[in-house]
């Protein structure tokens, strides 16, 4: 069987419901061109089965990412995305991500744990942005 475009995964901590971190997860895979036009998104009975969720949950997801344009479900086939989000900008990720990969050991090194790093990463981002806009 060939591995899913895209493999789900809940955080049962972060008070996102569960239905909202599906698309945000393919909102992202589309934004760093994991995810093209035309690849086939998981079945809900997949995404069930590998998540242990209510298949409502998957639907709900599925359709909101429907109604937004991003995926269009095929009656019989499946899903499929229709649309990207990512932008020019793509070709810089590889160049960044690596040197955020740098950042993050060099963080884990420093003793800090997952939800140090999130917090630390996210004061930083949000300071940053709002310097921005100033």
Do not use: C
Request: net charge neutral; proline share 4%.
């Amino acid at each position: 069987m060939e591995k899913p475009v895209i493999e789900f995964h809940l955080d049962g901590r972060s008070g996102v419901s569960p239905y909202l971190q599906l698309v945000q997860q393919v909102r992202h895979a589309l934004r760093l061109g994991m995810l093209r036009e035309g690849d086939q998104m998981p079945t809900v009975k997949e995404v069930v089965a590998h998540l242990a969720i209510n298949a409502n949950t998957v639907l709900k997801a599925y359709r909101e990412l429907e109604h937004e344009g991003l995926v269009a479900a095929r009656p019989g086939v499946g899903t499929f995305v229709t649309a990207t989000l990512t932008n020019a900008s793509l070709a810089a990720h590889g160049p960044l991500r690596v040197e955020l990969q740098r950042w993050l050991a060099k963080a884990r090194r420093a003793g800090l744990d997952d939800e140090s790093i999130e917090a630390l990463f996210m004061t930083t981002f949000r300071t940053t942005a709002q310097e921005d806009i100033a």
